[in-house]
C-alpha cells in the first residue's frame, strides 16, 4: 500500500530537514555535513513533495473507505479531496519552479 512505501522515505527526509536545520541554527552542533547544501537541496525537497503528496492520498483514502459508509459519500469525498492534494502538489511544484 502506498502508505507503508512512503511512510520510512519520508521519516529519513524529515530527519535530515530537522538536524539540518537545526545545525544551520546551532552551528556548534556537528551532526550533518554542510547542512545548509542539504537542507536547500532542490532534489531532497522535490521528493519530500511527492511523498507527502502519496503519503496523503493513500492516507485519506484509507480514511474514507474505513469512515464512510454510502458509496456516494465515498466517492465525492475522495474525488474531493484528492483535487485538494493534487492542487496543493501544483502549487508547491510551481513555487519550486520559481526558485
Known sequence: MMIELTSLPL?????????SGYQ???PELR????PRKIHTDKFLRILTI????LHASGGIIV??????RKEVLRDIARTALIV????????????????
Open 50 to 53: 511527492f511523498l507527502m503528496y
Open 63 to 68: 480514511i474514507i473507505e474505513r469512515r464512510l
Open 11 to 19: 521519516i529519513v527526509l524529515a530527519s535530515i530537514y530537522l538536524l
Open 24 to 26: 544551520m541554527l546551532a
Open 31 to 34: 551532526i550533518i555535513p554542510e
Open 84 to 99: 485538494v492534494i493534487t492542487l496543493l502538489l501544483i502549487i508547491f511544484l510551481m513555487i519550486e519552479a520559481t526558485l
